[in-house]
């Protein structure tokens, strides 16, 4: 059963954009926050973005802080994530995730729910 669908990814060249989305169930959405992981190959998975469940407040990696803007409606159940200025190091398999709290973000180990996950390549 998939609780997080994410789509919007594919190919752009650097310093291109891309806006990439994730929906859920309202019952999942109104009640944890939501972000973003990738995961390049041959590394390990690594934070991206993270909004808390009502948007006040949003946690960025320090590698896209200023770049990448997360955002969510909640008519929608959606979290989108805005992807401007990419560079090649953006080039990962971008997944949702979800969990009661903000600060759980910090790894991975603790989301609660995951998607399938969505190709971003970025090229010269």
């Known amino acids: 059963q998939v609780q997080l669908v994410e789509s919007g990814g594919g190919f752009v060249q650097t310093g291109g954009s891309l806006r990439l989305s994730c929906q859920t169930s309202a019952s999942i959405f109104s009640v944890n926050a939501m972000g973003w992981y990738r995961q390049a190959p041959g590394k390990s998975r690594e934070f991206v973005a993270a909004?808390?469940?009502?948007?006040?407040?949003?946690n960025y990696e320090d590698a896209v802080r200023g770049r990448f803007t997360i955002s969510r409606d909640n008519a929608k159940n959606t979290v989108y994530l805005q992807m401007n200025s990419l560079k090649a190091e953006d080039t990962a398999v971008y997944y949702c995730?979800?969990?009661?709290?903000?600060?759980?973000?910090?790894?991975?180990?603790?989301?609660?729910?995951w998607g399938q996950g969505t190709q971003v390549t970025v090229s010269s």
């Open positions: 909004i808390s469940w009502n948007g006040n407040d949003a």
């Open positions: 995730a979800s969990d009661p709290q903000l600060g759980n973000f910090l790894y991975p180990e603790n989301m609660a729910y």
